[in-house]
Nanobody
């Protein structure tokens, strides 16, 4: 129903910045919210940030608050993640996800809230 394609990952030095993109296609009218998660090797997939499809409401993980910014371009059906002041421990595969559920708050931070996932884009932060 919904296809998500991430891009923008790469190698960056600690303290540097990257901007990730997630282009949504298909039946995006069913999508209520989109989120970014990340997964480091050997670790659980971790919530980063979520945004409503309208772009009006966002919720950030405490660990990225003040450094990361999520935004949407509705014309392009694309969500972005601007990541600043990156830390080596944030090296991970970053995934875009979409949810048809209207749940918000704590549930919106759960992996199982999301029906659609991109393939992920690798972000490597070097010391």
């Amino acid at each position: 129903q919904v296809q998500l394609v991430e891009s923008g990952g790469g190698l960056v030095q600690a303290g540097g910045s990257l901007r990730l993109s997630c282009e949504a296609s298909g039946r995006t009218s069913t999508t209520y919210k989109m989120a970014w998660f990340r997964q480091a090797p050997g670790k659980e997939r971790e919530f980063v940030v979520v945004i409503t499809w309208s772009g009006h409401i966002t919720d950030y993980a405490d660990s990225v608050k003040g450094r990361f910014t999520i935004s949407k371009d509705n014309t392009k059906n694309t969500v972005y993640l601007q990541m600043n002041s990156l830390k080596p421990e944030e090296t991970a595969v970053y995934y875009c996800a979409a949810s048809v559920s209207v749940n918000w708050g704590r549930p919106a931070r759960w992996v199982d809230e999301y029906t659609y996932w991109g393939q992920g884009t690798q972000v490597t932060v070097s010391s």
